[in-house]
């Protein structure tokens, strides 16, 4: 496994660095102080997560995410001083999959690392058949996505978003569903709602009606798709 962490602070580095020593010890850790180079490190280097901070010294982090989200599906982990619900709202929506804020918890760090490296290595396991009706096809085994030929770049929370929906297309799944298999039961709706709005853009934005993705306040979202 290898990791990038773009983080100034040579504290945070080493906590983070202990973490991935402690559970992942043959994790190959790479560390840069600023943001400039993150996305052509990430298309040189391929790593399996980046940790992101925002304030750096060279850039502000939310335009290196948005820079990696240009090309890459690589599942981002915001790490941030930056405690406020406007900084949170906008990294889920230019595409991070998770977002915590200094200090932080060794041990919830580790947590959230697991769960999206889990959900990463499920869906690249995946052998079940391509899914393909009403224009919208998914290659679960390489996670290409496409929408009436034209292809759709989604993030890793929003491509497990849009198989779960998919599953049960023309049937409302219930938001406790969504929660639990994503975000492990720590009910975020506000992440929810954030990573549905930005699916649905997506989608629409590759040719899809508006109400490819529709809601019921008491039944959960629905997946609208002809065929």
């Known amino acids: 496994m290898k990791v990038l962490i773009v983080e100034d602070d040579p504290q945070t580095?080493?906590?983070?660095?202990?973490?991935?020593?402690?559970?992942?010890a043959n994790a190959e850790l790479l560390s840069i102080p600023g943001g400039m180079d993150a996305a052509p490190l990430v298309e040189k280097e391929s790593p399996n997560i980046v940790i992101l901070d925002l304030g750096l010294p060279d850039t502000d982090g939310m335009e290196v995410l948005k820079e990696i989200r240009a090309f890459s599906d690589v599942p981002v982990l915001i790490l941030t001083a930056r405690d406020d619900a406007i900084s949170q709202v906008k990294g889920l929506e230019l595409g991070a999959d998770e977002y915590i804020t200094k200090p932080f918890d060794p041990s919830i760090l580790l947590a959230r690392l697991k769960k999206l490296l889990q959900h990463r290595q499920s869906a690249l396991a995946e052998n079940v058949p391509n899914f393909a009706r009403g224009g919208l096809i998914i290659d679960f085994s390489t996670r290409d996505i496409s929408f009436k030929g034209k292809?759709?770049?989604?993030?890793?929370?929003?491509?497990?978003?849009?198989?779960?929906?998919?599953?049960?297309?023309?049937?409302?799944?219930?938001y406790e569903n969504l929660l639990q298999k994503i975000w492990e039961n720590t009910w975020d709706t506000n992440a929810l709602k954030t990573s549905i709005s930005r699916l649905r853009s997506k989608l629409i934005a590759s040719g899809a009606s508006h109400d490819i993705i529709t809601s019921e306040r008491s039944l959960g979202y629905k997946l609208n798709l002809a065929g």
């Open 13 to 24: 580095v080493e906590a983070i660095s202990l973490v991935f020593k402690l559970r992942w």
């Open 151 to 174: 292809p759709v770049k989604l993030t890793s929370t929003e491509y497990q978003l849009l198989t779960l929906l998919a599953r049960n297309a023309g049937s409302f799944l219930p």
